[in-house]
C-alpha cells in the first residue's frame, strides 16, 4: 500500500479495531478516534491480539510491534481526520449520528476525502444528506472480520463523484481488499441480501420441520460451503451443468421457480435474464475451456480435503 496513505477510522468498536488492522498491515497510517476513555484504553491491546493471530499464521510482512507503531488512538475527531485520504466511520447504526458526524467532516476534511460508511444497511444518500459532503460519501461495508475477508462493497449514492469511487477502490485494493461496485443503492447492498436469502430459507426449514439447525448447517459446511470457499453460484451452477449456465437455467429453472413460489417468491428467471447471465459467464470462460475448468473445481476441492485430512492427523 501506498505508504504516505492516512486513514482515519471513527469508532474504536469491534469494526473500527478490524479495519485498523487491515490498513496498518499494508503500510498505511491510521488514527482511531474513540471518545470513551475505557475503550479507548482497550483498542490497541485488541488490534495487538489480532495482529498476533495474523502472525501465527505467517499472514504478516512485518512485525506486530512495527505494524502497531503505524496506529495513533486519538479523542478528537479533528485529531483523527487532519490531512487524511479517508475516512473510515465505524459508529453505531443510527442515522442521525452519522449525519452529526458527516456534517462535522465537511468541515474537518479536505475536499479530495473519501468519507466510507461501513454500515449494513443505511445507505448514504440517507446519512450524507444536507451534510456537504454527499458527493464524497459512499458505503464500504465489509465482511466481518474484513483483515480475513477481504470483500468489501462500496455503494455509492446517486450524487457520489466517480473520482471519489475510483480513490475508494484504489485505497481498499492497495490494502488487500477485493472491493465491488455496487451499481444502485439498495437495502442490505449484495453480502446481506445473498446472505439473507439462505437464512429466510434456513429458518424456514426448522419451522417446517424439513430439517434440523445442526444438519441445515452440515449442508452448507460439508456441501455448499466447500465450493463457496473458492467460487461462487454462478460459477458453481456453471460447472455443474455440461454446456455451462444456460443448460443448468433451462433444465433446473423450472424447479428453482417452484421452490420460490412455496417461499411467495415470485420473480422469474426470464429469457433475457438468463441470456444476461449467460453472456457474462461466457465472457469469463469460453465453453471450449469448461472441461479444464471442471478438473480446477475438483482439484481445489481435494486440495482442501488433503489439508483438512493432514491437519487432524498432525492434532492426533
Given at each position: 500500500m501506498d505508504n504516505q496513505a492516512?486513514?482515519?477510522?471513527?469508532?474504536?468498536?469491534?469494526?473500527?479495531?478490524?479495519?485498523?488492522?487491515?490498513f496498518a498491515r499494508a503500510g498505511a497510517t491510521v488514527r482511531i478516534q474513540e471518545p470513551a476513555l475505557e475503550r479507548r484504553d482497550a483498542v490497541l491491546p485488541d488490534i495487538t491480539r489480532r495482529l498476533q493471530t495474523l502472525d501465527n499464521h505467517g499472514l504478516l510482512e512485518d512485525n506486530v510491534a512495527t505494524i502497531t507503531q503505524r496506529i495513533q488512538i486519538v479523542a478528537e475527531l479533528a485529531e483523527a481526520v487532519?490531512?487524511?485520504?479517508?475516512?473510515?466511520?465505524?459508529?453505531?447504526?443510527?442515522?442521525?449520528?452519522?449525519?452529526?458526524?458527516?456534517?462535522?467532516?465537511?468541515?474537518?476534511?479536505?475536499?479530495?476525502?473519501?468519507?466510507?460508511?461501513?454500515?449494513?444497511?443505511?445507505?448514504?444518500?440517507?446519512?450524507?444528506?444536507?451534510?456537504?459532503?454527499?458527493?464524497?460519501?459512499?458505503?464500504?461495508?465489509?465482511g466481518n472480520p474484513p483483515y480475513a475477508i477481504p470483500v468489501i462493497e462500496l455503494v455509492p449514492n446517486p450524487q457520489t463523484r466517480n473520482d471519489i469511487i475510483q480513490r475508494a477502490e484504489q485505497l481498499y485494493t492497495a490494502a488487500g481488499m477485493s472491493p465491488i461496485r455496487v451499481q444502485q443503492e439498495?437495502?442490505?447492498?449484495?453480502?446481506?441480501?445473498?446472505?439473507?436469502?439462505?437464512?429466510r430459507e434456513a429458518y424456514a426449514l426448522v419451522r417446517d420441520g424439513i430439517a434440523s439447525v445442526e444438519d441445515i448447517d452440515t449442508v452448507v459446511r460439508d456441501g455448499l460451503g466447500r465450493r463457496w470457499a473458492f467460487m461462487g453460484p454462478f460459477e458453481t451452477v456453471d460447472l455443474n451443468t455440461r454446456g455451462?449456465?444456460?443448460?443448468?437455467?433451462?433444465?433446473?429453472?423450472?424447479?428453482?421457480?417452484?421452490?420460490g413460489l412455496e417461499r411467495g417468491d415470485t420473480s422469474v428467471w426470464t429469457t433475457d435474464l438468463v441470456a444476461e447471465v449467460v453472456a457474462q459467464r461466457r465472457q469469463q470462460l469460453d465453453l471450449s475451456d469448461w472441461e479444464d475448468r471442471v478438473s480446477w473445481?475438483?482439484?481445489?476441492?481435494?486440495?482442501?480435503?488433503?489439508?483438512?485430512?493432514?491437519?487432524?492427523?498432525?492434532?492426533?
Open positions: 492516512t486513514i482515519a477510522i471513527i469508532g474504536g468498536g469491534s469494526i473500527g479495531v478490524a479495519f485498523a488492522v487491515v487532519a490531512d487524511a485520504d479517508l475516512v473510515q466511520e465505524c459508529i453505531p447504526e443510527n442515522l442521525e449520528f452519522k449525519q452529526q458526524l458527516f456534517t462535522k467532516l465537511a468541515d474537518l476534511t479536505e475536499d479530495t476525502c473519501v468519507i466510507a460508511s461501513s454500515t449494513s444497511f443505511i445507505p448514504s444518500s440517507q446519512s450524507s444528506a444536507d451534510t456537504g459532503v454527499a458527493d464524497r460519501t459512499l458505503v464500504a461495508h465489509p439498495i437495502e442490505g447492498f449484495v453480502f446481506n441480501r445473498l446472505q439473507g436469502a439462505l437464512l455451462g449456465i444456460a443448460n443448468h437455467a433451462k433444465n433446473m429453472g423450472p424447479s428453482y421457480h417452484r421452490m473445481r475438483d482439484e481445489q476441492l481435494l486440495a482442501r480435503i488433503a489439508q483438512q485430512h493432514a491437519g487432524t492427523k498432525e492434532s492426533l
